[in-house]
């Protein structure tokens, strides 16, 4: 039976999560979806002009989400220059939905006890954040208004990434997770799914 786990790896800042997150979205398949600030700054603005129309943004409160869309690197990276401690997420994944661009996940293989190849694990989504806690656990843009607004806080840069193993041996699929992201095995954790 096919079980969803979290997982997560500290990263020591934006560049070093971006390596990161380049590293494994080269072995999944997996595409830049979106990437979203939540501020109580006024800088809608500033992005507009920089974005254009290719901007979203939702307000709650006091504070406003801006949220870009199928984003490159350096729309992420310009994110980033501008968040200071405001929260913002980078999120990737391979080909969720039919209208989705880009391929299926891959499937993880594993050789098991009876010597049989199976195709066991996938990894469906990631995303890196900063001073948040990732919304690693919503396929969706955070701009749905039907959805909670912003994630939680947290401090420094982390990587958490969702997947689906069956028979797998967990060791085995850390370590393929090690393997895509270049990181020691060690330092990957289980982490709890983002609140609903």
Known sequence: ????????????????????????????????RWVSLWTARQLQSKFTAHFGSRLMSRSAETESMLCLPSPTIDDASYFIAHAGDDPVCIHWSPRLYVSDEGL???????????????????????????????????GDRPSDPDLKFGPMAATGWELRLVAIRDHMPRDQFLHWIASATSVPPAIIREAPARRE
């Open 1 to 32: 039976m096919s079980v969803e786990e979290t997982y997560g790896i500290a990263v020591g800042g934006p560049d070093e999560g971006l390596a990161i997150a380049r590293s494994l979205a080269s072995n999944n398949r997996a595409s830049l």
């Open 104 to 138: 299926d996940a891959p499937w993880i293989s594993f050789v098991d006890g009876g010597g049989r190849k199976r195709d066991d694990a996938r990894i469906y989504r990631f995303e890196l954040a900063g001073n948040a806690v990732p919304l690693t656990t919503m």
